[in-house]
């Protein structure tokens, strides 16, 4: 959580002092929201995410590979790295802010269901995503450590596991578009529930400063704010950069932290193609779960039936109500600058269209 730590450095103590009565108030207006599911409110509603744009479904992807004579050749066998798992472990090492809430609720469900174990992560005081060697052998024996079969959640950079000699678990993980997921980001953190629920597990983090928290998005790109300026090559100092979901995929090494590059770019890509067993996609939710289901059973099994019968039925899955509409013109600025972004999230979808498509299920749509 980078930003935090900037917010934390930024706002000043006093304000903490003059505006402890309006926090008792608004922990009193947060609490109905906080207290019976905290996850529930952060949830991302499906339906009323951005609408998909024409031309990149299922179907899209299958008019490119019957042009170029793949659409024969697709084989689920050669896509299925569930196979080479060495432990019925599921590592599950979620993006924040790509609808990964959901999922884990799904997750939870499912392991009552499908009779798993069920292990997450606790909210950490700073978000550490990047970790040391030794950090990583060491996360790599708890995840081994888990009576098989389980899933263990935690917001991390791909750690491959093997590389310190632990057998292959089943990698997992979520993508979102990338511009709508840095937009998501940037108000998630200004949420009044973002910061209440960190100032109730650590009291001493200082409230953020009210300028900080008014300043809108697009303001914050037409003035070439430095929290919104992605540019090429940059490497944000201190702790994990949440501006990219790339950064998730491709691991630990140093190659990883200057933004937007081809090195990073061809890392993540291969992370995936090589140990994911499945990455599915927050925009085309049914592709995923159909995917989840057949390439993963022993865990998914029932994704669909579960999913749209239980947790989308659930009432307000979270919208930032917090978060204004951005323009097209300010998410085509950004845009420019997240071309390897934009190249990543199209290569996970088209991987899952492929899983999806060599299935050659009846079509349903
Ligand atoms: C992960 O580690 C294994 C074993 O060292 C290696 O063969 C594989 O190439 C590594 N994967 C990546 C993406 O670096
Ligand atoms: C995009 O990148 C260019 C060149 O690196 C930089 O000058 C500009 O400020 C960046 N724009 C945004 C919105 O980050
Ligand atoms: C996804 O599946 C659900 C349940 O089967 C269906 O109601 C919905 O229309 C589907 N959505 C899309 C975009 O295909
Ligand atoms: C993929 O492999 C797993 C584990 O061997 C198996 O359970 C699953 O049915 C396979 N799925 C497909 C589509 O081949």
Request: proline content about 7%; overall charge neutral; aromatic content about 10%.
């Amino acid at each position: 959580m980078s930003e935090l730590v900037a917010l934390a450095a930024l706002a000043t103590t006093l304000f903490l002092f003059v505006h402890n009565r309006d926090l008792n108030t608004k922990l009193k207006e947060m609490e109905v929201r906080i207290h019976p599911d905290i996850t529930a409110h952060q949830m991302i509603s499906v339906q009323s995410g951005p609408p998909a744009r024409p031309l990149t479904g299922v179907r899209s992807t299958m008019k490119l590979l019957e042009s170029t004579g793949e659409m024969s050749l697709l084989n689920p066998d050669n896509l299925n790295n569930t196979k080479k798992a060495q432990q019925q472990i599921v590592f599950f090492n979620r993006v924040p802010k790509v609808g990964s809430q959901t999922l884990m609720e799904l997750i939870r469900r499912l392991s009552i269901r499908n009779d798993f174990g069920f292990h997450q992560d606790r909210v950490q005081r700073v978000e550490t995503i990047r970790l040391s060697p030794d950090d990583q052998a060491s996360l790599g024996a708890m995840v081994s450590s888990y009576e098989p079969p389980g899933v263990y959640i935690k917001h991390v950079c791909f750690t491959n596991i093997s590389e310190f000699g632990f057998p292959e678990p089943i990698y997992i993980n979520l993508v979102r578009d990338p511009i709508e997921r840095v937009i998501s980001w940037y108000y998630y953190v200004r949420a009044p529930w973002y910061y209440v629920e960190r100032k109730i597990a650590f009291p001493d983090i200082p409230l953020p400063d009210p300028k900080w928290l008014k300043k809108d998005f697009e303001h914050c790109v037409l003035t070439g704010d430095r929290e919104c300026r992605y540019v090429q090559g940059e490497i944000r100092e201190g702790i994990g950069d949440h501006r990219r979901q790339s950064m998730f995929f491709c691991g630990h090494h140093p190659d990883c932290l200057p933004f937007n590059t081809e090195g990073a770019l061809e890392r993540a890509k291969m992370a995936v193609e090589r140990h994911y067993a499945v990455v599915g996609v927050l925009e085309d939710m049914n592709t995923t779960l159909t995917v989840l289901e057949n390439y993963i059973p022993r865990f998914f099994e029932g994704s669909s039936d579960v999913y749209w019968n239980e947790i989308s039925r659930y009432n307000p899955i979270n919208k930032n109500s917090f978060k204004p509409p951005v323009s097209e013109q300010v998410k085509d600025i950004v845009r420019q600058n997240f071309t390897k972004e934009i190249e990543f999230y199209e290569f996970c979808k088209q991987r899952l269209h492929k899983q999806y498509l060599a299935l050659k299920l009846p079509d349903k749509r």
